[in-house]
């Protein structure tokens, strides 16, 4: 067990979201003893997670700790805490903590660990957030993030993660709220740039699968990661973040995750595009968020109103809404005019 202060042993803790990620979170907390208040949005999940321990729909095959506490009244959850997380879809975070922004205490950390740009403001959630909860500041915000899979967090195979944030001793309180023997946190300062990271990734790892939905070969998938990562670090640069975050767990370590795991949901459905299969019919039959779809919309119009030059990530937007033709894709990359390969920054 890692040692802690006091004060971090009594503190009081709510979860708004209970998908996979959320409900693995609220599981690491409640299991390392933290009396968990968790929002759950959906009754019949909420109700499984009361009577049977586990939460069937998004997390199965996991018992949850008895410290977890189920909870379908939002402002009660986020009341009186000493730190909120939040793990809401995020395409719908700006109404949740838009209903329960008053509710948070003057004083309390909110993290975030949604991952996404919002698509109307091309808001980061850590913008969103501050934007909805009344006088949160970035001295009270952080971001949790790195290549972690909810299911692998969940069963306690070692995960290393980065919590960002303006202010180190939020940084260091989050840190130390989290880390376990299996969960081993590091901070950084710089949000946009832990924000980026784990929101463009999943635009890149729709274009991995598509790449393995088309049967392509390792040496297309690894250019893939490699030139995904530049277009997330030009990204960054135009949005202020530090350069050497992308090529850290928020970065890199990421987006190699997301673009080679079978457990991503991103690549998953990339995959399946590549094998011929329409968007549409792949949302329908999802209840699970596939981020990067939501996001390539923001990425696209957001690389082109900086003048940012993202060629993967806005053919991931064709290829989505406009019903591009993944091989033709594939073609129109491949044959772009010829140029050096670093940029000059």
């Not at 290393?160 to 376990?180: E, K």
């Not at 290829?319 to 044959?335: C, F, R």
Request: proline fraction near 3%; aromatic fraction near 4%; charge should be negative.
């Amino acid at each position: 067990m890692i040692m802690r202060d006091a004060s971090i042993e009594t503190t009081a803790i709510g979860v708004v979201g209970a998908g996979s990620w959320g409900t693995a979170l609220a599981q690491l907390l409640a299991s390392q003893g933290f009396s968990i208040d968790h929002w759950v949005y959906e009754d019949e999940v909420r109700e499984q997670m009361r009577t049977d321990r586990e939460n069937g729909r998004f997390l199965p095959g996991v018992r949850l700790s008895d410290n977890l506490h189920p909870s379908g009244d939002l402002d009660a959850v986020v009341s009186g805490k000493d730190l909120v997380l939040v793990v809401t879809p995020s395409h719908v975070t700006r109404q949740t903590m838009q209903r329960c922004g008053p509710a948070i205490d003057a004083d309390t950390i909110v993290v975030s660990a949604s991952k996404g740009i919002e698509n109307q403001t091309h808001l980061t959630m850590s913008g969103v957030l501050t934007e909805v909860i009344p006088g949160l500041t970035d001295q009270r915000l952080a971001v949790l993030t790195g290549p972690s899979f909810a299911r692998e967090v969940a069963r306690q195979v070692p995960t290393v993660v980065t919590v960002a944030s303006g202010n180190p001793d939020t940084a260091a309180y989050v840190q130390q709220v989290f880390a376990t023997p299996y969960f081993r946190v590091y901070t950084i300062e710089d949000v946009i740039g832990a924000e980026l990271g784990a929101s463009v990734k999943n635009v890149i790892a729709i274009a991995a699968g598509v790449i393995d939905g088309l049967g392509l070969g390792l040496n297309t998938r690894a250019a893939l990661i490699t030139r995904g990562l530049v277009e997330i670090r030009r990204l960054g640069l135009a949005m202020g973040a530090q350069p050497r975050t992308f090529t850290g767990l928020a970065g890199v370590g990421d987006l190699i995750l997301t673009c080679t795991g079978d457990l991503s949901r991103n690549h998953t459905i990339g995959k399946q595009i590549g094998q011929g299969r329409k968007l549409k019919d792949l949302l329908a039959e999802m209840h699970m968020v596939a981020e990067g779809v939501k996001t390539a919309r923001s990425v696209y119009n957001l690389s082109r109103k900086l003048g940012v030059e993202m060629p993967i990530s806005q053919a991931i937007y064709h290829l989505l809404y406009d019903d591009l033709d993944p091989k033709t894709a594939l073609h129109q990359l491949m044959t772009r005019d010829l140029k050096q390969e670093l940029d000059e920054i």
